[in-house]
């Protein structure tokens, strides 16, 4: 680990899981040998060099890691600001940044002796994800989606099933990523002695927040390290990841945390308009409150109850952050902004013909606010972006509603 980064994660969480204000484990009692058990199993292994040669193993062999920082110089030279440089995590196996800590995760359950792993899954990118790892693993996999996800993202099902796993479908509430989180931490619950949650952000009650940056920090130094080697051997300006639970911009993040020069830009998506209900920006609209057993920022009806939240990106609908983004928040550390699902939809399809990359449509939301961006500042300043995942996922459903060429939303 970089030292810069070690620094940070030696600061935060604290011994009791809370990062400032937020973080804790907000859970009923019965729930804590658990917790307790994967965090002492978590600091027990997290260094031994047989754990790390594991996890390098599959991080090669399996997610196909390092990904590249790559330029994107036709939109560059269109906008003619600053340059937008992407970290491809698309380019991880199975689609996106979530198989950084599901392989830790599924490493760690092998090593605590359980024989499952359960999670949530909002796109379904966490569930192929996790999925593949259990495969890789030996474990058992199970997955609990929304009802109206598993609709929307069916060839993500497919995927979750081919690669062994038991989908269950959620369909109380919004049957989204939420009811999923509930559906899925009942059945860790129930099933503790012989199953791991890996969740599928950083988000949930202390350890998890902690174990998902920590394993989702890959991207932040590999990416440092990528950029000081290119021509200029200068850090980015800018780095701008989209933020839901929070586990791809932590994971950016985190290589840059402790350099002062570099602004950390959050890009929540504000849906159909800035009403509670129409958007899941959590950051820019939401209040202090508990969601999945941690304190952290919340998007809430009066009473507390968690308001229902609406994108075009699946992955993005939650009503809550995870509570190291809200400290980070908090502190002033980051500049945060949203974008709505009509400009997700035009940048969709300017980077697929431009550039010849089809992005997640959670990661297009960073693209649209990078593409701002770059226009407002100078071509000396360079923008490093969290291109998170790719847009396979989204196609079926794009195509479906725009077509190949977007005419509702491109001019
Ligand atoms: C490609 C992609 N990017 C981003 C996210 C948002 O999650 P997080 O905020 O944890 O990175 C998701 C969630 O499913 C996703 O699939």
Redesign the pocket.
């Known amino acids: 680990m970089a030292d810069q980064q070690r620094e940070y994660s030696k600061r935060f969480p604290d011994a009791n899981g809370y990062y400032g204000q937020f973080g804790g484990n907000h859970y009923p009692s019965d729930v804590w040998p658990a917790l307790e058990e994967l965090a002492s199993s978590y600091h027990a292994l997290r260094d031994l060099p047989e754990f790390l040669d594991a996890l390098e193993t599959a991080r090669i062999g399996l997610q196909g890691r390092p990904t590249p920082v790559h330029f994107l110089k036709n939109i560059t030279d269109e906008i003619g600001g600053a340059r937008i440089y992407v970290k491809r995590?698309?380019l991880n196996h199975t689609?996106?940044?979530?198989i950084n800590h599901c392989v830790g995760f599924a490493l760690l359950a092998k090593k605590m002796g359980k024989r499952r792993l359960i999670a949530e899954?909002?796109?379904?990118?966490?569930g192929v994800a996790l999925a593949s790892a259990a495969a890789f693993f030996g474990l058992e996999c199970e997955i609990h989606m929304g009802a109206i996800d598993i609709e929307k993202q069916s060839s993500n099902v497919g995927r979750m099933r081919l690669l062994g796993a038991h989908v269950v479908a959620a369909s109380a509430g919004q049957s989204a990523?939420k009811e999923a989180s509930d559906s899925a931490f009942s059945a860790f619950v129930e099933q503790r002695e012989h199953a791991l949650f890996a969740i599928?952000?950083?988000?949930g009650p202390h350890p998890f927040p902690m174990i998902?940056r920590d394993f989702?920090s890959v991207v932040g130094r590999e990416a440092r390290q990528q950029f000081l080697s290119l021509a200029a051997a200068a850090l980015p300006d800018h780095v701008v990841?989209?933020?839901?639970?929070?586990?791809?911009?932590?994971?950016i993040y985190s290589g840059f945390l402790d350099d002062a020069g570099v602004a950390l830009h959050a890009v929540e998506p504000r849906g159909t308009s800035d009403e509670l209900g129409q958007h899941a920006a959590t950051l820019s609209f939401g209040s202090p409150g508990t969601l999945h057993g941690a304190q952290s920022l919340v998007l809430q009806h009066e009473d507390g109850s968690p308001a229902p939240v609406s994108s075009i990106?699946?992955?993005?609908v939650?009503p809550g952050?995870?509570p190291e983004?809200a400290m980070l928040h908090q502190e002033g550390r980051l500049h945060v902004t949203t974008v709505s699902d009509e400009e997700v939809i035009r940048t969709f399809f300017r980077i697929a013909k431009s550039e010849g990359i089809i992005?997640?449509?959670?990661?297009a939301?960073a693209l649209a606010f990078a593409i701002q961006l770059a226009k407002r500042r100078p071509s000396s300043e360079c923008i490093l972006v969290?291109l998170?995942?790719?847009g396979d996922?989204d196609v079926d459903y794009i195509l479906a509603n725009y077509g190949t060429e977007g005419q509702r939303v491109v001019d």
């Open positions: 995590e698309d689609g996106a940044h979530k899954t909002g796109a379904g990118q966490h990523l599928g952000s950083a988000i998902v989702q990841a989209c933020v839901a639970g929070g586990s791809n911009a932590i994971g990106a699946s992955g993005l939650y952050i995870g983004i992005p997640a449509l959670e990661s939301h969290n998170s995942g790719r996922k």
